[in-house]
């Protein structure tokens, strides 16, 4: 799917979501306006290109939400390491880890809709969430909870993508 948004479209969607067309306004600031975007309903990918002849970029967010109407996860909201608390409480680290499991999920299926698809995905995300506390120092070294997911997300995409291509005619898909 192909969208082009007229003035009035884009009016309309500022009223609506002004933090969002703030990004395309920034974007159009630095002197890259953004003229062109495409829909892939099968992987539920977003591409935007600068123009004609120009090459295509994997979509930020805010923008894939505002074609596609699908929210961008927030992972600031939820650090990924549980708490003191929740580390003494046997049912408080049950409910927070399953918090960790669902936004590696979210974001896994927000950023790499084909790859949360794979058939060993589940499996990969629960030994990715289940790791998480074992690598408590590497991720309390971030500076805040969206760097922590970033190395999170980014183990298991890297590890969906290696199997993948382990597979017979399997290939590895890049990521943004």
Wanted: proline fraction near 9%; charged fraction near 25%.
């Amino acid at each position: 799917m192909t969208m082009t948004l007229d003035s009035a479209t884009v009016a309309k969607m500022r009223q609506s979501a002004p933090e969002m067309l703030a990004m395309v306004d920034a974007t159009r600031a630095r002197g890259n306006p953004m003229v062109h975007a495409i829909h892939l309903p099968n992987t539920g990918e977003v591409f935007i290109s600068d123009g004609l002849g120009q090459p295509y970029q994997k979509a930020p967010g805010p923008i894939r939400e505002l074609l596609t109407g699908i929210s961008c996860p927030n992972p600031s909201k939820l650090n990924p390491l549980a708490s003191r608390r929740a580390l003494r409480d046997p049912a408080r680290k049950a409910r927070h880890d399953a918090k960790v499991l669902a936004m590696l999920i979210e974001i896994v299926e927000y950023y790499s809709p084909r790859l949360a698809q794979h058939p060993r995905a589940d499996r990969v995300f629960d030994i990715i969430a289940a790791s998480v506390e074992r690598n408590r120092p590497i991720l309390e070294a971030q500076p805040d909870n969206c760097c922590r997911w970033d190395v999170i997300a980014e183990n298991a995409i890297d590890l969906l993508e290696s199997l993948q291509a382990a597979e017979p005619g399997g290939q590895s898909a890049p990521h943004a």
